[in-house]
């Protein structure tokens, strides 16, 4: 195993390994962590292969889906969890 | 909101770069790189791009860490060495790399717009191959939209690329239909994952799978491993039943499950909860994707038993669109043999049609009539389901991306739309991030429902931009005078 690297989640510091599929992080948190855009229902990785954009996050303020992305040291991933605890807006 | 662009930093005043070839390839699965091999050959400039971060495609996939127990398997190790071979042959490989827009320009050559990184990139080419692959055909049924409820293929994705985990506590259900099923069981098998149950649909008769082996005795040992597998996983394998209902509040937490009757449905009477699941991962069959090959308005054909809508082609590859080609699983389903020998009959023809000295390969042409034999006897031991034997409540969702239910698709059915284009305009169902990628096969199946066919439904032309792109890139990329007017 390579060296663990420290990522932001949600406002939170955690240790992870370098280039894990972003979804393989946040599924071991919980499955649900986008809303919906009418109904505001939790969502979370559907296709895991780009093409559904069920699994979309924030990673350091750019709008991007979680199954196409990897770990990278030092990068802040924001999620509707985040959003929802700070009141601010959604993906 | 539902407006994903805006979430994006534009970044006024970029600049695309420009890249030239001879042949473009979108797509980097089996059917790809075997194109991108034959195409270079005859000294023809290459360009391969795909979206993902390793070659591979599905059957291909790289993991992504070092200790995975899928580092060194036939199948990774096939697009490892294509891409090395590739480089070494001065292909020029793009990852990360997504084809948004195409188009073919009056001179006859074609434009590829394509977003890599944070980066905009036209790519000028004379010919075209589309080997873009296939994708899970998601059937809704009540609660396919809680979190924890996923694609068999995502599920197979997460195993092979992720740390060999899926991660949610509780059991694991993997259901649906079909011989990928088995992949996927032996993929829980091999990545020492857990899986609790197996819920297929059809498990078809010792008689049947006699009749194929016999035809293709070499694929035999292959099946064999995989029945070995299957059992390996010690799943509990529920035959003859379906996923009647995925249970839970805001996420996955049970499962209902329902024996088939004579009849095909599922007898309620004796449909039984599986409790305390935190993942089913759920797949009826695939789908090619064909947003590139409808996009620039290749002729395509219907045929459940390919998957659907594909991308028709001749013997050599060619689309009706003359200098684009396609290749693999955009023209029908059938794995990775027919993609590979397909792959490699397109980038010889594409080469030849711009005046590379390359002769047809008659072995690959006689070997891919070979190869979609067996796919064909394959796909009609587990005929794709049209539609789930399952009457949908009205609040269910068939549009994920813009929460559309299945009432507001029949009521714009009620008031008129007879096409899927119609009622993605009536309810916005298509209209979102998928482009109908997801939404379609259950669009069709409520359409079915008043009477109106797959065929006369039609399909959803894919339009630029192709998947969602930093409104910037796309600007720069439009921007680059590389288009016609
Ligand atoms: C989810 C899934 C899992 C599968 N698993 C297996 C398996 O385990 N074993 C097996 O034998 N068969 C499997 N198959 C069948 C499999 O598709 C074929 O065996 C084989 O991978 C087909 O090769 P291909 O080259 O046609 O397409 P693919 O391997 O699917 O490759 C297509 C590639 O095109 C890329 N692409 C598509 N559109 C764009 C774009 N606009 N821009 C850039 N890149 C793009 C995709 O990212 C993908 O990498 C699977 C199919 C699916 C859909
Ligand atoms: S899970 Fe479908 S796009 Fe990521």
């Known amino acids: 195993m390579s060296q663990p690297i420290r990522i932001t989640l949600d406002g939170d510091e955690i240790e992870v390994a370098p280039d894990l599929p972003l979804?393989?992080?946040?599924?071991?948190?919980?499955?649900?962590?986008?809303?919906?855009?009418?109904?505001?229902?939790?969502?979370?990785?559907?296709?895991?292969?780009?093409?559904?954009?069920?699994?979309?996050?924030?990673?350091?303020?750019?709008?991007?889906?979680?199954?196409?992305?990897?770990?990278?040291?030092?990068?802040?991933?924001?999620?509707?969890?985040?959003?929802?605890?700070?009141?601010?807006?959604h993906v | 909101?539902?407006?994903?662009?805006?979430?994006?930093?534009?970044?006024?005043?970029?600049?695309?770069?420009?890249?030239?070839?001879?042949?473009?390839?979108?797509?980097?699965?089996?059917?790809?790189?075997?194109?991108?091999?034959?195409?270079?050959?005859?000294?023809?400039?290459?360009?391969?791009?795909?979206?993902?971060?390793?070659?591979?495609?599905?059957?291909?996939?790289?993991?992504?860490?070092?200790?995975?127990?899928?580092?060194?398997?036939?199948a990774v190790r096939l697009a490892r060495e294509a891409t090395a071979r590739l480089?070494?042959?001065?292909?020029?490989?793009?990852?990360?790399?997504?084809?948004?827009?195409?188009?073919?320009?009056?001179?006859?050559?074609?434009?590829?717009?394509?977003?890599?990184?944070?980066?905009?990139?036209?790519?000028?080419?004379?010919?075209?191959?589309?080997?873009?692959?296939?994708?899970?055909?998601?059937?809704?049924?009540?609660?396919?939209?809680?979190?924890?409820?996923?694609?068999?293929?995502?599920?197979?994705?997460?195993?092979?690329?992720?740390?060999?985990?899926?991660?949610?506590?509780?059991?694991?259900?993997?259901?649906?239909?079909?011989?990928?099923?088995?992949?996927?069981?032996?993929?829980?098998?091999?990545?020492?994952?857990?899986?609790?149950?197996?819920?297929?649909?059809r498990r078809p008769g010792v008689r049947e799978a006699l009749g194929l082996f016999l035809a293709h005795p070499s694929r035999l040992p292959e099946a064999l491993r995989l029945m070995a597998d299957l059992k390996a996983s010690r799943a509990r394998r529920h035959s003859g039943h379906m996923v009647t209902r995925a249970l839970g509040t805001t996420c996955l937490e049970a499962v209902e499950i329902a024996p088939l009757g004579p009849d095909g449905q599922p007898g309620m009477a004796a449909a039984r909860v599986l409790d305390g699941v935190g993942t089913l991962a759920i797949g009826y069959g695939f789908q090619p994707v064909v947003d590139l090959t409808t996009?620039?308005?290749?002729d395509h054909g219907h045929?459940?038993?390919?998957?659907?809508?594909?991308?028709?082609?001749?013997?050599?590859?060619?689309?009706?669109?003359?200098?684009?080609?396609?290749?693999?699983?955009?023209?029908?389903?059938?794995?990775?043999?027919?993609?590979?020998?397909?792959?490699?009959?397109?980038?010889?023809?594409?080469?030849?049609?711009?005046?590379?000295?390359?002769?047809?390969?008659e072995t690959a042409i006689k070997a891919l009539?070979?190869?979609?034999?067996?796919?064909?006897?394959?796909?009609?031991?587990?005929?794709?389901?049209?539609?789930?034997?399952?009457s949908l409540p009205p609040d269910e969702l068939i549009c994920r991306c813009e929460d559309v239910r299945v009432t507001d698709i029949r009521a714009a059915i009620q008031d008129g739309a007879r096409e899927a284009m119609a009622v993605k305009l009536w309810t916005r169902a298509g209209m979102g991030p998928c482009q109908g990628r997801i939404c379609g096969a259950g669009l069709s199946a409520v359409l079915e429902e008043a009477g109106v066919t797959a065929i006369a439904a039609g399909y959803n032309r894919a339009h630029l931009p192709l998947r969602p792109t930093p409104i910037g890139i796309v600007r720069a990329a439009m921007a680059s005078g590389e288009w016609d007017i």
């Not at chain 2, 990775?336 to 390359?358: D, E, K, V």
């Open chain 1, 23 to 89: 979804t393989s992080i946040l599924m071991e948190r919980a499955p649900g962590w986008r809303e919906s855009p009418r109904l505001q229902a939790r969502r979370g990785m559907f296709c895991g292969m780009g093409l559904c954009f069920e699994c979309v996050v924030e990673v350091d303020g750019q709008w991007t889906r979680a199954c196409m992305e990897r770990s990278r040291s030092g990068m802040e991933i924001r999620t509707a969890d985040q959003r929802r605890s700070a009141g601010g807006g």
């Open chain 2, 1 to 74: 909101m539902s407006e994903p662009q805006t979430h994006f930093r534009t970044d006024e005043g970029a600049v695309a770069q420009i890249l030239d070839c001879d042949i473009a390839i979108v797509g980097a699965g089996p059917a790809g790189l075997a194109a991108g091999e034959a195409a270079a050959g005859t000294g023809a400039r290459v360009i391969l791009l795909d979206t993902f971060a390793a070659p591979g495609g599905q059957y291909s996939m790289q993991p992504t860490q070092g200790d995975s127990p899928f580092t060194d398997t036939p």
């Open chain 2, 87 to 201: 480089a070494a042959r001065g292909v020029q490989i793009l990852t990360r790399a997504e084809v948004f827009h195409a188009a073919k320009r009056q001179d006859g050559s074609f434009r590829l717009a394509v977003s890599q990184q944070g980066a905009a990139r036209v790519i000028r080419a004379g010919a075209v191959i589309a080997a873009t692959g296939a994708m899970e055909r998601p059937l809704p049924f009540p609660g396919w939209t809680l979190p924890g409820v996923i694609g068999a293929g995502a599920a197979q994705r997460l195993l092979k690329t992720g740390t060999g985990s899926l991660g949610p506590q509780g059991k694991t259900v993997l259901a649906g239909s079909g011989p990928f099923l088995f992949a996927v069981a032996q993929t829980f098998a091999k990545a020492g994952a857990p899986l609790d149950h197996l819920v297929e649909m």
């Open chain 2, 295 to 298: 996009q620039l308005g290749a």
């Open chain 2, 303 to 361: 045929d459940p038993a390919l998957g659907g809508f594909y991308c028709q082609t001749g013997a050599d590859g060619g689309t009706s669109l003359a200098g684009l080609y396609a290749a693999g699983e955009t023209c029908g389903l059938g794995g990775a043999n027919p993609a590979r020998l397909s792959g490699r009959i397109a980038g010889l023809s594409a080469a030849r049609g711009l005046g590379f000295a390359a002769a047809p390969d």
């Open chain 2, 369 to 390: 009539r070979r190869a979609r034999d067996f796919a064909a006897r394959l796909a009609a031991l587990w005929p794709a389901p049209q539609r789930l034997p399952l």
